[in-house]
């Protein structure tokens, strides 16, 4: 069997319901790897669980750089304020949409975080409408954008870095050279 085949052949599936999906993908697992996911010595773990229920959707490499602990996400939410001002929403279908679907960030992550930036007033939160308090637009201050040059240059560097390390090690896991012009999907 091909590498790349186990999620051509996942994706080719249809189902009708999640939970036909979330058994699907375990028996899908279980053929290819020869055991259920949960069991499995190197996917067992939390950060693999979504896998375990049935979305391909989710990358769990992409979400550890993205989460709380990764370091990625408020300078990346800086950056997007940095661009025009924006809403919470529209941040989180950003993301979405630039990790091409891997990773969704959810209210719980995004708004402590927006408000710690306000508390560093490295941004500012304003009301839409004040007495209904729906939408907060949220506009990058000076000093945020002065903090967000900092954190490029420590940032910056580090991830065009690693992103040529994972390169590399893709190739090694997928047996390919740089020649191979292999498309990871």
Known sequence: MDRRDFWRSW???????????????????REHMGTMP???????GRRFRPWHQGRDAFNPFVA???SKGGGLLPALVLSLLEQKPRYGNEIMDIISERTRGRWRSNPGAIYPLMTMLEENE??????????KRTVRMYRLTDRGRD???????IIGPKLVEAAEIISGLARDLNGTTDDDNVTYV
Do not use: V, Y
């Open 122 to 131: 490295l941004i500012t939160g304003e009301w839409e409408d004040p007495e």
């Open 11 to 29: 994706r080719r599936r249809e189902f009708h319901k999640e939970r036909e999906r979330r058994h699907a993908w375990r028996e899908h697992f």
């Open 64 to 66: 550890g750089l993205l």
């Open 147 to 153: 903090e967000l040059k900092r954190m490029r240059t």
């Open 38 to 44: 949960e069991h499995h010595w190197a996917f067992r």
